[in-house]
């Protein structure tokens, strides 16, 4: 049994997921799902190896640590092994045969292809199941299971905000079952804690505005120059530019290559512009100045280095104060001193500046960022223990600290831009309100891409809302038929379950 008795809506989660197969479990954060895939493990690791898989490795050592906890074993025992990509090859392939196995999916994933492991086990959990999209490391490792016949449990509290995406998440990881609380169910809303959430406006000073004005004209320009190639642009969203570069580049039109080329500038561009709306002068001129620092400076680069607009436009920026955000921030920080902190920025100069500016301020700060900028598991597992031990008052996180971190008592999060995703935005506000009630500040600046990137999150948030709670109850009701249908069958005709597509769920939707 586990140390933590069980909450009902826990208990009647994991007794589904038993009798039905492979399931997604969507449910609120900080309201305990990861007890619900220990009470899976619990039954099912009698009948063979567990693989529990999470998407960084911070998220592995807490969830390794938590079944330690819960299950009573002996962590790095015959019982129980965080095994990650920073342990040799020769050594992982043997780990792999411990009861549980605690790792991220890129590790699993790597091993599979390379013969190292084999998947047979009784039963796989993948946690924050909302990555099981294109080719994240989880798909393949889902295929492996469908393959092995080992049961899938799935967990996330945001599985996306339109019909397709969760269609996709529902068909990569073979989901028979779906089991859904939301904040306003009987059984859980006991257990969720308040989150006050305000957003606070902020407007660019006007040699800020001018320089961003004139770099607006430079996107328009460049999009222009690719719709004269036959490629309209539409330059308010990466991820259609990221698309736009795969249509031509399965064009066979003579002009493909100078279509790249200035695809690629506009992109340029539109960085840029993001970070002088959203981010400030200071990530502005880093990003800048590594441009310059290549060895080879691209013609797409360039184009925008050489213009004799864009040096006005640094000019501008070089004698303009920094972005507002950043003194706001430090001041609301300052009215809330003794509470734990924590600040979500987007990009990694971002959240350097914003620990120096807090620092300075007299506010302790410390960053929480990922292995691309240098930092080792170890060093993330200090500054989460020295978080939890309030030995600093401030985290300034990336995207790695959006997901599943269990802080306790985190009285504030800090947005320091929106995020147009509708998943990310609910992970962020997932890191407070969870032992107690918490409070989400957004900073967000008039006229930029930051309130359309706010309005679009709260949407598309509402949007998903929408699906699931139809999902829940279409799943409810074809539960009842087949549950009535068994008791009126005939006493000698054979039992089967029958389980409805999950495609069936989201007609309208």
């Not at 790597?110 to 999209?133: P, T, W, Y």
């Not at 492996?144 to 049961?151: R, V």
Request: proline letters at 3%; aromatic letters at 6%; a positive charge.
């Amino acid at each position: 049994m586990t140390k933590t008795a069980p909450r009902a809506f826990q208990s009647a989660i994991a007794d589904s997921a038993i009798s039905r197969g492979n399931t997604l479990a969507v449910l609120p954060t900080g309201i305990g799902k990861t007890l619900i895939a220990i009470l899976v493990i619990e039954r099912m690791m009698g009948k063979g190896r567990v693989l529990f898989l999470a998407p960084t490795k911070p998220l592995c050592e807490q969830h390794a640590k938590t079944i330690e906890y819960e299950l009573g074993l002996e962590l790095e025992s015959e019982s129980l092994r965080l095994v990650t990509g920073a342990i040799g090859a020769k050594k992982r392939a043997e780990l792999w045969n411990a009861t549980i196995c605690v790792s991220t999916p890129q590790t699993v994933r790597n091993d599979i292809e390379k013969g190292r492991m084999a998947i047979n086990h009784s039963l796989c959990v993948f946690d924050e199941a909302h990555r099981a999209v294109g080719n994240y490391a989880y798909t393949g490792v889902a295929e492996a299971c469908h393959k092995a016949g080992t049961m899938v449990l799935a967990l996330t509290a945001s599985p996306g905000g339109n019909r397709e995406r969760i269609q996709e998440i529902v068909d990569a990881l073979g989901v028979a079952n779906i089991e859904i609380r939301t904040t306003e169910d009987e059984d859980v809303r006991p257990y969720v804690k308040r989150t006050d959430i305000k957003w606070l406006e902020v407007s660019l000073p006007k040699g800020h505005a001018e320089a961003v004005s004139m770099l607006r004209e430079l996107v328009a320009q460049s999009a222009l120059a690719l719709r004269e190639m036959g490629f309209f642009a539409p330059f308010n969203s990466k991820k259609h530019l990221v698309a736009l570069r795969a249509k031509i580049l399965a064009t066979k039109s003579g002009v493909k290559y100078a279509a790249l080329s200035q695809h690629a500038t506009l992109f340029g561009l539109i960085h840029l512009l993001e970070l002088l709306e959203t981010q400030g002068t200071g990530a502005f001129l880093a990003y800048v100045k590594k441009m310059r620092g290549k060895e080879t400076v691209t013609k797409a680069a360039k184009r925008i280095l050489y213009d004799y607009r864009f040096a006005k436009i640094l000019e501008m920026v070089s004698n303009s104060e920094e972005h507002p955000k950043l003194a706001l921030l430090v001041s609301e920080i300052k009215k809330l001193p003794g509470k734990k902190i924590i600040v979500f920025a987007q990009y990694r100069d971002s959240v350097a500046r914003i620990v120096e500016e807090l620092s300075r301020n007299g506010i302790s700060a410390k960053r929480f960022v990922g292995k691309k900028e240098g930092v080792t598991l170890a060093e993330q597992q200090e500054t989460i223990g020295q978080f939890r031990r309030g030995d600093f008052q401030a985290m300034v996180a990336s995207s790695i600290g959006e997901e599943g971190l269990d802080i306790p008592q985190v009285d504030t999060v800090f947005f320091f831009e929106p995020v147009p995703s509708e998943i990310r935005s609910i992970q962020r506000r997932g890191r407070t309100g969870r032992g107690e009630a918490g409070s989400v500040v957004v900073l967000f600046t008039k006229g930029t891409r930051d309130e359309a990137f706010l309005h679009a999150s709260r949407r598309r948030e509402q949007k998903m809302g929408a699906i699931v709670g139809r999902m829940q109850s279409q799943l409810s009701l074809q539960n009842l038929k087949n549950s009535q249908a068994e008791q009126n069958a005939p006493k000698t005709a054979p039992k089967k379950r029958t389980q409805s597509k999950i495609s069936d769920f989201m007609r309208g939707g």
